[in-house]
């Protein structure tokens, strides 16, 4: 089979990484699994200063028309004063609503070589693995009314507005009972149906979707900041956590910060299932465009090249090659290869080029 | 000169732990450093079971004409499955909503004789001294439209508004740099003006008010998902924290959690200052209900405790007291006296009751 990658590099340290992911693609094809081809465009701050907006209609056309997105990263201090709707993260947002990438999946793995590098104590986190499953289009990022108005005395009023459907978290929910079925069969769902309705609704529709057609997994309902708490406290009594978009993305920081290898972990955004099972998506490294590294081939590519190992086993039901390619980046951890990120005392690091040749030949 | 306390014991180990506070006052007395007349009212469950509601208007109407409030904690599974409207937190969030109370100041303090008890390595924790400063009466708990609408196919669709003024966001400010002044003079605000309005007008507000009034502070501004995992990560870099309503919830539970000390930490919610410097003010523990243990002599009443002497410092200006209170605390645990969750095997653990008297004794 062959397919079709659109590469948005982005910002900062994006196109570093990004390289990586060339030279781990030169690779798969002399295996032979699949034939790849890729094309690469702007995004974020990039394509502000192209284009004067973070990301370009002819950009979206592409990206609604390829097999699938890797994304590296956007924003950065140079773009801190533009505004609201122009700034490099609008562009990514814009990506996510627009393709309908409503189910954002993190895992939170802890890789035993660098457990000690975790700020928890080892036996907190030695075989983490969490499975976050984020609603990526829907609540307060894109409810409307959200604006900023001027009242008669000056002074100004911002409303941003949070709004969940019954279908909306229908189909995240379904996302994260399937997961936890080749898991360990275990969802918490997180809101805060004390304070807010979403959160009524949120847990309402999460049970009834459980109750009809999941009764072999486990469900277990926790308030967001207890959940929090808990992520700090025992973060392994989780498996698959099943939250919104702005609890998501606070607790899936948290969750990624507490492996301590945040340069490590990978994302996927995914659509619906179209016809021929195929599903738009996008994967992206956890971290940041990390300005002060960008250029200095210090960044860790490993979070971008287990973004494309995602993409393999999501997109393009590679699941062998997805583990094929999961082993090469333990195996090259293993035998002591290191970017300075993880790299015990720096001395010994290699470059973010170095890396990717390293997991491109293991 | 005299004071006059309404206490409200609440649900689950609230009663015990207040008890607490009762012993401490009777110890206060004998000092002759002030007095204080106390009044007992239901709030939460309790309110629920006599009342139909979990604040009566009745109990809201001696709150307001107390001094000071201190409350023990609110709700438990026996109220689990009621509406959303009278759920025993409803009563919490109408005094603070009914009162004014904007400012929730919550500290996370690690105690060294603990340190070893928080999810992260010692020295990440060691020394840690947050103050957390929460919006309370804004944001995303008390916006409007806040409602569930069935749709014409059946389906729901819940909303809720965060909405933040400029006058709202001046007043918090504030407090967090006078906070800051007597500290070490450092001040962290997050918010998400990368993606919410509500953001983008905390961070101009904040960053005014800091221009105009506070230069001699240090300011910095942290989006809240990488505050999440700063938090974690490096927990020390921040000194006074100011945040919104919602991420203040998470991001303080985040911070309690670290301390290792969550059965300890006090907080107060204070509203602005009227007439003769007095403010509307309520005390209470950072930890909840905890139904498990209730009524088993097992809660720690140091949280509650704490919470008193912040009312004895912020409501009464009794310095001098609080810091009496504070030193009994820290003399108590120094001597080994520990109450279950604190003590490092359960072995020698003594009761709510010891525990409260040990602190009196002191
Ligand atoms: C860059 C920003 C808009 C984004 C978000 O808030 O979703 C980021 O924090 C993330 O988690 O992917
Ligand atoms: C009980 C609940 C309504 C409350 C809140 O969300 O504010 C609690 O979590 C807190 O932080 O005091």
Redesign the pocket.
Known sequence: ASYNLLLLPGDGIGPEVMAGVQTVLSALRETGIASFETETDLVGGAAIDRHGKPLADETLARAEAADAILLGA??GPKWNGVAYDIRP?AG??RLRKDLGLFANLRPAICYPALADASALKRELVEGLDIMIVRE?TGGV?FGEPKEITVQADGSKRAVDTQVYTTGEIERIAHVAFDLARKRSGRVASAEKNNVMKSGVLWKEVVTAVHAEHYADVALEHVLADNCAMQLVRRPKQFDVLVTD?LFG?VL??VAAMLTGSLGMLP?ASLGATGEGGMRRALY?P?H?SAPDIAGADKANPIAMIGSLAMCLRYSFGLGEAADLLDGAITDTLAAGTRTADIAADGAGAVGTKAMAEAIAAA
């Open positions: 956007v924003g993260e990514l947002l990526l990022y978009n993305d899936s920081d994302s992206e956890v940041g």
